[in-house]
């Protein structure tokens, strides 16, 4: 198994940092990041109480900690209407209450202007970058050099998939999602619309199953993983990216962080809460590490403009992407793990 060394990891990662490569407000200008904020400030006017400032009750959700089941919790601070608490049992940070089933069925049927964000040919640049490195890592376990069964669970227009396709794989898709349905036939990667876990059996085992950004969206994610693991083969593993709680960017602007909406990021990991979700889930963990400084959000931030759309922040010099790869404080999480 050959390695990637830290230094090789922060050349690579910072190459689909948007942040790094544009600059933040550039990106976000480019892939119409203000139309999609607009938009979520509209709806999140619909649920919410102005009264109490929370989301009406009519609309919500209680629910236990996601992780361990817990209901003792401590709010650290209300987004957009929503409670965000964490887990006084196991620290998992979670939204409670969520938006019922009908209201979020109801959202995510109607909204479409992430999914503009999404299909913007400079976002499709730093994702397929971003694939290439993902797959990379993932192949140090799966022996990657080799043809391997890959499945992405959430595969969106197969963005991962057909980089993975590129390099001899043979790749399946999972992707209920009808708008994407078109780019991946397109494409000719063969996928299911079923949600996950799925109702059929798919007479598939895989070398590598992908969880990207997915499972903060997701009331179950521990029943989510563990349905994956049912998927691997003997050797094979499970690569997970999520948002991470303990992010630099979180730490320092709190509930002004753009992951935290309130309907959408339902539950927020770190490297102690995923890897006990991997533990509970039957996963070994194999390797961990963060990915997309938001070092331009940071900075804007902490010289007194908008943090998505300042302009010139203060140097600050002592704030590099090294001291952020290396004390795990990006923004995504990513976490490799295999069955044992
Ligand atoms: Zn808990």
């Not at 001899?168 to 999972?174: D, L, P, Q, Y």
């Not at 994407?180 to 996928?191: M, T």
Request: aromatic share 10%; net charge neutral; charged share 30%.
């Amino acid at each position: 198994m050959e390695k990637i060394d830290f230094q090789e990891r922060v050349r690579r990662r910072n190459e689909f940092d948007a942040s790094i490569v544009y600059g933040t407000r550039q990106f976000n200008l480019l892939t119409r990041r203000q139309e999609h904020m607009a938009f979520r400030e509209d709806n999140d006017d619909l649920w919410i109480d102005k009264k109490s400032g929370r989301i009406f009750e009519k609309f919500s959700e209680k629910r236990n900690c996601p992780l361990c089941s817990s209901a003792d919790h401590t709010v650290i601070f209300v987004k957009s209407g929503f409670p965000h608490v964490k887990c006084n049992n196991c620290s998992l940070v979670y939204v409670n209450p969520i938006l019922n089933r009908a209201e979020y069925e109801k959202l995510w049927s109607s909204e479409d202007s992430w999914e503009n964000v999404l299909e913007s040919e400079h976002q499709i640049k730093m994702q397929a970058l971003e694939a290439a490195y993902s797959l990379d890592i993932a192949g140090l376990y799966f022996a990657g050099e080799k043809k391997a069964d890959i499945c992405d669970v959430g595969c969106g227009p197969g963005t991962l998939l057909s980089e993975a396709k590129k390099r001899g794989h043979r790749v399946f898709g999972i992707e209920p999602n009808r708008r994407c349905h078109g780019i991946l036939k397109d494409k000719g990667i063969a996928f299911t619309e079923d949600f996950f876990p799925l109702k059929k059996d798919l007479g598939m085992k895989f070398d590598c199953i992908f969880l990207l950004n997915t499972l903060e969206h997701l009331r179950d994610p521990l029943l989510i993983v563990r349905e994956a693991g049912k998927l691997l083969k003997e050797r094979g593993v499970i690569y997970v990216s999520l948002p991470c709680i303990d992010a630099l960017v979180n730490r320092v602007m709190h509930e002004k962080a753009g992951v935290f909406g309130g309907h959408s990021h339902i539950q927020f990991f770190s490297i102690l809460t995923l890897s006990e979700l991997f533990r509970k889930a039957g996963l070994k963990v194999l390797e961990y590490e963060t990915i997309i400084t938001e070092i331009g959000v940071i900075k804007n931030y902490l010289s007194f403009l908008d943090p998505y759309f300042g302009e010139n922040p203060d140097n600050l010099d002592f704030i590099t992407p090294e001291l952020i790869y290396r004390n795990h404080l990006a923004r995504n999480l990513n976490m490799v793990g295999r069955i044992g």
